[in-house]
């Protein structure tokens, strides 16, 4: 077979990789042979199944192992140039899909500092059980498929939270929906055809460029910056592309946790109404903002603007609920295309939901997350700072710090060897609307108080 270095600097899961490729396309493995099974090759070369887990998918993914159930992993040899493989040679690309889906299947990992979601114990669970208690006790039917628009007490309650931010709504304007990942899919799949030029923040959202680049959109990256936005370059690159709609995240955004400043979003709407475009508001962390801010949808009344937000990250990220306002016309449309790919939505979900928010605790559980976040803003952003990192921007809310170390230019190798570490990275490659390499990481406060994080950290910068 072939040994692996365990004192080599080269990521333990990229030696088993180019192991196995050398192995099959010199012609020792040939087609149809059944490979080790993870555990068998784990115990002989002394390395934790996570890593020959990731190994074998990678290999999976670049078409040299093909998954079997219950069978295990066989080769599956194509005849193609080594730079033509993703991942490999001068041609190297990040395989962002590939490492996001690692992400939500390795969830068990001790440390996720990378993570998009919130810990267990900062959730709403108390007010999610005292919800399922009196949904049991009520004997819901669960006989039919639901409202298409989704259950309306839920909707109106939307309604009236959308009423505190300024932006007037009637119930019949807002979908209910599977989080807002769906919400966002939906609308790009109503908006979005092959070739257009879609806007879209740079970094940004994972789910969503996956999905635009699915549809066959052409990803325009708009610079951020700790103000908001590059306004320079979104006018210039405006006037060259020409886009349908423009994607965005203005406040506490994800990865780089930059808010929007008012006079950034006014450009954004004069910039719209000029070049006629579309923008959808990607609003899902305005519960853990602390600052009663506008939106775009505030100052646009939903005529130009398609708001989306989601109740999973301040209740439970199990629950997928979601919503989307918009505009009476573009929103019977969307809610036809939700029928059509999925039906409706889970009313029993959006009824856990509703008797969530409807608890008396919300609003404190709310302050408190807030505060909490706030207090997880400070550690981490004093624990990076200390070991030489550049912050982006220190919003001191909601999930995120977007940071970088001068002398750690490659993100995604140290995401595969802080794997092996048992610590779950989210390198900036994964956020990039081009997949460009990055030295920028994505922290999530909330997992960031565990000291070995940053020991991980300390003992690369050892190595350089």
């Not at 669960?142 to 009637?170: C, F, H, N, S």
């Not at 019949?172 to 109503?190: F, I, K, P, W, Y």
Request: with cysteine.
């Amino acid at each position: 077979m072939f040994s692996l270095n365990l004192q080599n600097s080269v990521p333990l899961v990229v030696q088993i990789v180019e192991g196995f490729r050398q192995l099959i396309d010199e012609g020792s493995l040939r087609a149809g042979s059944k490979a080790p099974s993870i555990r068998q090759f784990a115990h002989a070369h002394a390395v934790s199944v996570f890593t020959v887990v990731d190994a074998y998918d990678r290999l999976v993914a670049q078409g040299y192992f093909a998954s079997r159930p219950h069978s295990g992993f066989f080769v599956k040899h194509r005849q193609v140039s080594a730079a033509e493989v993703p991942g490999h040679g001068p041609n190297f690309s990040f395989d962002s899909m590939w490492y996001l889906r690692r992400i939500f299947e390795n969830r068990a990992l001790r440390m996720k500092p990378g993570c998009g979601w919130m810990p267990s114990d900062w959730l709403f669970s108390e007010g999610v059980r005292r919800s399922l208690r009196s949904l049991a006790s009520d004997n819901v039917d669960l006989g039919g498929y639901g409202e298409p628009k989704g259950y309306l007490p839920l909707r109106q309650l939307v309604r009236d939270l959308l009423a505190e931010q300024e932006i007037a709504v009637t119930s019949e304007q807002v979908l209910l929906t599977h989080g807002s990942s769906q919400a966002m899919d939906l609308v790009a799949r109503r908006l979005v055809r092959p070739g257009d030029a879609v806007l879209v923040d740079e970094p940004g959202y994972p789910n969503l460029l996956f999905s635009l680049r699915f549809l066959g959109a052409r990803l325009v990256g708009v610079p951020r910056t700790a103000a908001g936005y590059d306004l320079v370059a979104l006018e210039k690159l405006i006037i060259e592309h020409q886009p349908k709609v423009f994607f965005t995240q203005p406040r506490l955004h994800s990865p780089t946790g930059s808010v929007a400043q008012l006079a950034h979003l006014h450009r954004v709407m004069q910039l719209a109404d000029k070049h006629d475009f579309l923008v959808v508001e990607n609003d899902i962390y305005a519960d853990l903002d602390p600052e009663p801010r506008p939106s775009l949808a505030s100052l646009d009344q939903l005529n130009r603007v398609i708001y989306i937000s989601s109740f999973s990250k301040t209740i439970s990220p199990n629950i997928r609920v979601g919503y989307l306002a918009a505009n009476p016309d573009l929103l019977e449309d969307l809610a036809q295309l939700k029928m059509i790919s999925g039906l409706t939505s889970s009313e029993f979900s959006e009824r856990l939901a509703y008797g969530a928010l409807v608890d008396g605790r919300w609003r404190k559980h709310i302050k408190s997350l807030r505060e909490r976040l706030a207090k997880a803003h400070e550690v981490a952003s004093a624990r990076l700072l200390k070991i030489g990192f550049e912050i982006f921007a220190e919003p001191k809310a909601g999930i995120f710090l977007w940071a970088r170390h001068p002398d750690l230019p490659n993100a995604t190798e140290l995401a595969y060897k802080a794997g092996e570490k048992d610590i779950l990275l989210g390198p900036g490659a994964l956020f990039s609307p081009d997949l460009q390499p990055s030295a920028w990481f994505r922290f999530n406060v909330a997992f960031c108080d565990d000291p070995a994080v940053f020991a991980f950290f300390e003992e690369q910068l050892l190595l350089i």
